[in-house]
């Protein structure tokens, strides 16, 4: 079962700053099937970034994903104080679905 | 607009089965381009995907290694929705339980899934006498 690990735990920004989340994958999980979502106190995960690099509907355009193999990023191009939240990345594809990673806050700093 | 509607109770005793429903509006539980999912999320265990249900001219399931025998994730046709049934809980089964779509394809006899891009509210289920 491929492991996803996140980085940082926590990153601590102010709005209008650049937010970098790495996810490592423990073997190549190919340049596909790797999703982030976003995560709100009290709300289900959203789907952002589906395929590494592909924007889910509605999802502005500070939001961009790129990798591939074992290393992914999620880089919020300057943050709105409704960025602030958790995210988390997700490997799909396999029978069964992957697993998720085990999230990075971003708080404000 | 797609929804998903959670309902089901927030507390189960050791012992007993956890019964959860998801209902659709704006797509179809027989729809041959979907999946319909069940994911906990907890603190000790994170998001954990749990089992799917989904129809390719048949219908088909999908379970955990971690909760299969002790799960059985069912369509209703009739009403629109997909359940959730896990027997023999125990409080390591307390979490917020979420139903969710993807829109996976199937490959070479094997169910290749994708992102999850539609969930519902989710439920606090708590597992105490």
């Known amino acids: 079962e491929i492991v996803l690990t996140q980085s940082p735990g926590t990153l601590s920004l102010s709005p209008g700053e650049r937010a970098t989340l790495s996810c490592r994958a423990s073997q190549s999980v190919g340049s596909t099937y790797l999703a982030w979502y976003q995560q709100k106190p009290g709300q289900a995960p959203r789907l952002l970034i589906y395929?590494?690099?592909s924007r889910a509907t509605g999802i502005p355009d500070r939001f961009s994903g790129s990798g591939s193999g074992t290393d992914f990023t999620l880089t919020i191009s300057r943050l709105e104080p409704e960025d602030f939240a958790v995210y988390y990345c997700?490997?799909?594809?396999?029978?069964?679905?992957?697993?998720f990673g085990q999230g990075t806050k971003v708080e404000i700093k | 607009q797609v929804q998903l509607q959670q309902s089901g109770p927030g507390l189960v005793k050791p012992s007993q089965t956890l019964s959860l429903t998801c209902a659709i509006s704006g797509d179809s539980v027989s729809s041959n381009s979907v999946a319909w999912n069940w994911i906990r999320q907890s603190p000790s265990r994170g998001l954990e995907w749990l089992g799917r249900?989904?129809?390719?001219?048949?219908?088909?399931?999908d379970y955990a290694v971690s909760v299969k025998g002790r799960i059985t994730i069912n369509p209703d046709t009739s009403k629109n929705q997909f359940s959730l049934q896990l027997n023999s809980v125990t409080p390591e089964d307390t979490a917020v339980y979420y139903c969710a779509r993807d829109w996976g394809k199937f490959v070479w006899g094997t169910y290749r899934g994708d992102a999850f891009d539609l969930w519902g509210q989710g439920t606090m289920v708590t597992v105490s006498s």
């Open positions: 249900t989904y129809y390719r001219s048949k219908w088909y399931n």
């Open positions: 395929g590494v690099s």
């Open positions: 997700q490997h799909y594809g396999s029978s069964p679905p992957g697993t």
